[in-house]
Structures are given as structure tokens and as C-alpha cells.
């Protein structure tokens, strides 16, 4: 299986990590690798995560990985990063009615 990164995943996952360099580029980078990591993972074994609780399809699936959600969906021999989320952020979201923005039109 081959894994792609859509650009709504390498742009809020970048933007995230922006701020955690203005602190701590290392934590950042460290941050970075581990992610990238465990998107890698997904090519063993793609129905390994939970199906995902923001979309109605067992194809798109929910990695979550230290308080964030790696959102993909599996088509054939592809799986496609699509979203990038913090958790409490899309609590707070969905508590405002605009949890639609957290995807950034990003969904295959």
C-alpha cells in the first residue's frame, strides 16, 4: 500500500508545527518524525485504527496518535492523509457548530 499526504494534511500539520517551533524547534522536529512515523504504519495494516467518528465510511479511518487524530481514507492500494486534528480543538468546534472547518475541504 502506498501511503500520500493530501495538502489539507502537510498544511495544518506544518502550521501546527510552526508554533510549537517558536519554542522548541527540537520538540517540533521530534514531533514531526513521530507523526510521519505512524502515517508510514498505516501501510501494514490500514483497517487496523477505528473507522472514523466524523465520517460515515469504513474506509476513512482515525490514527490517534498523542492527543491529535490523523484522519485517512483507504482507496485500493492508497491511503490518503487527508486531515490533521487536536482533539480538544475539535471539541471545541463541534461544541460551536464549525467542526466543517477543521477538514479544510480536504477529504479524497
Known amino acids: 500500500m502506498n501511503i500520500e499526504f493530501l ?9 501546527f ?17 513521530e507523526i510521519i512515523g505512524a502515517c508510514r504504519e498505516i501501510q501494514y495494516f490500514p483497517y487496523k485504527h477505528r473507522k472514523s ?6 474506509n476513512i479511518r482515525d ?10 481514507k483507504i482507496e485500493g492500494e492508497t491511503g490518503r492523509v487527508f486531515a490533521f486534528v487536536n482533539r480538544s480543538a ?18 479524497p
Open 90 to 107: 475539535v471539541s471545541e468546534e463541534l461544541k460551536n457548530g464549525s467542526a466543517a472547518t477543521i477538514f479544510d475541504k480536504g477529504m
Open 7 to 15: 495538502p489539507s494534511f502537510v498544511n495544518r500539520l506544518e502550521g
Open 17 to 33: 508545527l510552526e508554533i510549537i517551533a517558536e519554542d522548541k524547534p527540537s520538540a517540533a522536529r521530534k514531533l514531526h518524525k
Open 63 to 72: 490514527l490517534v496518535y498523542k492527543g491529535f487524530v490523523i484522519i485517512y
Open 53 to 58: 467518528i466524523y465520517f460515515d465510511d469504513e
